[in-house]
């Protein structure tokens, strides 16, 4: 069941440049990962320091193993010593079926 994890950062104007940079090499070498679908990057509309990348996996093993990697792990201290603080991490994935049928439900994405 493919799963979306939410990548959140808090990014000071002045490190904007260096951290799109990092964050591009690691979107390339995601592509390259057994289960990844797809990346995007988003501003928050009323405060432009703060960033959500949502990238999407068939599994959240797929997502785990490249998490765990030694290659996303060096990018990603770099990018954390830049902002100062952790990169958080939410991953989450469709409701069930069986929850679809109860009596409310608009919809996987809706609602």
């Known amino acids: 069941m493919a799963v979306k994890v939410l990548i959140k950062r808090k990014v000071a104007h002045e490190h904007l440049q260096a951290i799109f940079g990092w964050i591009t090499q690691l979107r390339s070498s995601a592509a390259k990962q057994p289960g990844y679908i ?33 290659e996303r792990g060096e990018i990603q201290k770099k990018i954390d010593e830049i902002i100062g603080e952790p990169t958080e991490y939410e991953v989450y994935q469709y409701p069930s079926k069986s929850l679809a049928t109860l009596k409310g439900f608009r919809g996987w994405e809706g609602g």
């Open 38 to 70: 797809s990346g995007e990057t988003l501003m928050k509309a009323d405060d432009p320091g703060q960033y959500l990348v949502i990238s999407t996996w068939e599994t959240t093993e797929d997502w785990k193993a490249w998490l765990e990697s030694e």
